[in-house]
């Protein structure tokens, strides 16, 4: 059974960075594309960015050049690296592999 579990999450000053973790459990990560996605409460969850067996990678414009995601297949992880935060940042966090969604982190971007 495919498992995946998020760290990384926290409380973190505008402009502040970090760094989210997915650990995947019971499938062949290195074939498979990689998904973070957030959601604000009462709204959709939306795509932050995914990246595919080959490493290429998409982000949503709102993330673009702030963000980057990348993953270790020999630890079957994939990173979110978030600099430059700012509020309308703060969200739950989710990774995602086909159908299978993580447990989500919460990061809270606030003074």
């Known amino acids: 059974q495919v498992q995946l579990v998020e760290s990384g999450g926290g409380l973190v000053q505008p402009g502040g960075s970090l760094r989210l973790s997915c650990t995947v459990s019971g499938s062949f990560f290195s074939a498979t594309t990689m998904g973070w996605y957030r959601q604000v409460s009462g709204k959709q969850r939306e795509l932050v960015a995914i990246?595919?067996?080959?490493?290429?990678?998409i982000y949503a414009d709102s993330v673009k050049g702030r963000f980057t995601i990348s993953r270790d297949n020999a630890k079957k992880t994939v990173y979110l690296q978030m600099n430059s935060l700012k509020p309308e940042d703060t969200a739950v966090y989710y990774c995602?592999?086909?159908?299978?969604w993580g447990q989500g982190t919460q990061v809270t971007v606030s003074s």
């Open positions: 995602k592999t086909a159908a299978i």
């Open positions: 990246i595919i067996s080959s490493g290429n990678t």
